[in-house]
Each structure stands twice: as C-alpha cells, then as structure tokens.
C-alpha cells in the first residue's frame, strides 16, 4: 500500500505546534470538512454539513483564511491536474469494466455525473490509483463494484461517503477535506463491497467470530474522521461496519493488526485470529506490511 495509507496504523499528529495561527477548534473543524474561503463580501467558514446535501457558511477572519491554507498545504487535498494520474487509474478500471465518474456541483442525490471526469482531482487519482493497484485484481473484477464516484452525495443516512448498488461514493465533503480521512474513508467503502461479495455462509462464521468480539470488547479503531474510540463504537453495534473497518485496517495496518491480535487475550485472541484467515483468504492470500 501506499506510504501514506499505512500512515493510518499510526496516530494522526496534531499541525497546532507547528502551523502558525492554527488553534486546536480550527484544526478540528479542517478535518471534519470545513474550509474557509475568500469572497468579495469577507471571509467566510464552513461547508457541507451532510455529504453534499447541505452547507452552512458564517463569517470568518484573514487569520482564519492563512490557518487554513497553511493546513491544506499539510494534510488538506488540493485541487490540480496530474494527467499520468489521470490515465493511469482509468486504464486500470477499464481493465475491470469498473466506472469511475465525477458529480462536482451536484444538488441532488440522483444529480447527473459530469460529462467527463474533473480533472482537477489529480491528487484523488493518485492515492486512488495506489490503492487500487495493491489490491487483489479479483477485488476489482466483481459485480460488488461497478462504479466509483468523486463529488456529489448519495444516501442521507450518510455523511462523507457510502456504498449504494455497486458504487463507492466519496462525497464532496471528503473530496475536499483531509487526505487521511479520504484514504481510510475510500478503503472503508471498498470494505463494503467487499462484504457484499462474501458468501452468506462466510459471513455467518464470521459473525460468530464478531459475537466472541463484541462480548470482550475487542476491536481495533484508526483514526481517520473520527476517533479511534468511536470507530470501535461504530463496529460494536453494526455487524457490517465490523466488516468494512476491518477490510480497511486489513489493507492499511496489516503488520500492526498482526501484533495487535497477538496482545488480546483468548478467547479474543482467537477469534481475531479466525477473523484474519478468513480475511486472508479472501485476499487471495496476500498480506500487508
């Protein structure tokens, strides 16, 4: 995987002690999708509220707008061409009848893509590209996915991205906010096709495994849009966010997910050790670093 998708096993460093003029509140607002931007009325902070269904913009300050840059330089995803990118990725999904289209501008979840891909999301085909090309080509060449969107929104239910039918929606929110919170939010979507992939039979001996998981409380949470703590939260109540996490911390953290499922202790211990073959295997055997 690429360097920057195993930076996920890691904690997320805080930009505060090193970007002038960027608080704590401000750092947590720029990584949950909030932006400030220049207009000819002042600077204003803010953006969508629920993938791209809504937005709210209040006024902000100059200081506020140079914090903002300055973090975008750091950890934001920026806006620009990368032609190779570009022709690198599609000529990959081309190969696996996979779509990749844009929905920038979009006001409804049922909005039209655009007539061609944006080209200014050079930087997303890059990682995309990456991550992509580390994965299992059979991973690519399912019914379970059809399609990948960049921009735009889809289900309510919601916030930053989805999978719906066959696509993995990355939402103008998380287009346009940290690149760590892409990286592990697209893994996450690409988790639940793979999910959906899964023979029920696989996924009812996995769910015995996850009983034995949730009764000891031991799960795994990576930081990337919320805290570890709540990502583990988000796994205990939901048998299929288990499953989607999981393939991303699979992907992602594999080394330290090997260590971590060494440190619980039985039974814990072995059902995570279930849960990594089965994960394994449906990897066609391929394990990450």
């Not at 269904?53 to 100059?62: R, V």
């Not at 022709?87 to 929905?103: G, I």
């Not at 260590?259 to 990897?283: L, N």
Request: proline share 4%; charged share 25%; hydrophobic share 35%.
């Amino acid at each position: 995987m690429p360097d920057q998708v195993r930076a996920l096993r890691n904690a997320w460093p805080s930009q505060v002690p090193v970007l002038k003029g960027l608080t704590w509140e401000l750092e947590q607002e720029f990584r949950f999708g909030q932006r400030v931007t220049r207009t000819e009325q002042g600077f204003f902070m803010g953006g969508t509220m629920k993938g791209g269904s809504s937005s709210m913009w209040y006024p902000s300050t100059s200081d506020d707008y140079r914090a903002f840059r300055r973090w975008q330089d750091a950890e934001g995803i920026q806006e620009g061409r990368d032609d190779e990118a570009y022709e690198n990725l599609m000529a990959l999904v081309a190969q696996h009848d996979v779509e990749v289209v844009t929905c920038r501008k979009a006001n409804s979840r049922r909005s039209k893509p655009d007539p061609e891909p944006y080209s200014g999301y050079g930087m997303i085909y890059r990682e995309v590209y990456g991550i992509l090309t580390a994965l299992p080509e059979a991973h690519l060449s399912r019914p379970a996915l059809q399609r990948i969107q960049f921009g735009g929104w889809g289900p309510d239910a919601a916030k930053a991205s989805a999978y719906h039918e066959g696509t993995v929606m990355m939402y103008d929110f998380a287009c346009r906010g940290a690149k760590r919170t892409f990286l592990g939010l697209f893994l996450h979507e690409l988790g639940h096709a793979h999910e959906v992939a899964m023979s029920e039979a696989l996924k009812d001996e996995l769910a015995e495994h996850y009983q034995v998981l949730s009764e000891h409380d031991a799960f795994l949470g990576v930081e990337f849009l919320v805290d570890g703590n709540t990502r583990k939260l988000y796994q205990k109540f939901v048998f299929n966010e288990f499953l989607a996490e999981t393939y991303m911390i699979y992907a992602s953290c594999g080394r330290a997910l090997r260590e971590s499922i060494r440190e619980f202790a039985a039974p814990a211990r072995e059902a995570w050790d279930e849960v990594y073959r089965i994960f394994c295997e449906s990897f066609d055997g391929i394990e990450y670093e």
